[in-house]
């Protein structure tokens, strides 16, 4: 069967026929938003333009690590976060979190970066909702 014989109906991955996921992809070129919908690849566009090196979200909420900054937003728009360059970031319940190339683990607390201790070679973030203890991480008195 070719792609001509399925119909209209069956190529369509939106609407009432699926609900689509979005998911967003750190690249070289920027922070691109892609819509799944089953096994379907739908809408691809770029959100924000310049490398990207992570990203991490949690309810609407984005977090991108770039070599400039750390930028927050929704995908519609993105606020810098005066961090300066990450290489990594992370969402672990309210916390909002980003390490640097020099290991450094901090969380954003209101308009300020707080330093939480350091890792060497950072890369990213395992994912556990406290980050209370990141492995291998000095941690600041």
Same mark, same amino acid.
Request: proline share 1%.
């Given at each position: 069967?070719?792609?001509?014989?399925?119909? %209209?109906?069956?190529?369509?991955?939106?609407?009432?026929?699926?609900?689509a996921t979005v998911a967003y992809v750190a690249s070289g %070129?920027?922070?691109?938003?892609?819509?799944?919908?089953?096994?379907q690849v739908?809408?691809?566009?770029?959100?924000?333009?310049?490398?990207?090196?992570?990203?991490?979200?949690?309810d609407g909420q984005l977090l991108v690590a770039?070599?400039?900054?750390?930028?927050?937003?929704?995908g519609e728009g993105f606020t810098g976060t005066a961090f300066g360059p990450a290489v990594?970031?992370?969402?672990?319940?309210?916390? %909002? %979190?980003?390490?640097?190339?020099?290991g450094r683990v901090a969380h954003l607390a209101g308009d300020r970066w707080e330093t939480l201790g350091t890792v060497d070679d950072p890369r990213r973030f395992d994912g556990d909702e406290d980050f209370d203890v990141v492995e291998g991480m000095s941690v600041d008195e």
């Open positions: 069967m070719s792609q001509d014989d399925i119909s %209209l109906d069956e190529k369509r991955i939106y609407g009432e026929a699926r609900d %070129l920027g922070l691109a938003r892609v819509a799944i919908a089953g096994d739908g809408r691809v566009g770029l959100v924000h333009q310049g490398t990207v090196r992570d990203v991490a979200g949690a770039t070599p400039e900054d750390v930028l927050v937003g929704t990594a970031v992370g969402v672990g319940g309210d916390r %909002l %979190l980003a390490a640097d190339a020099d």
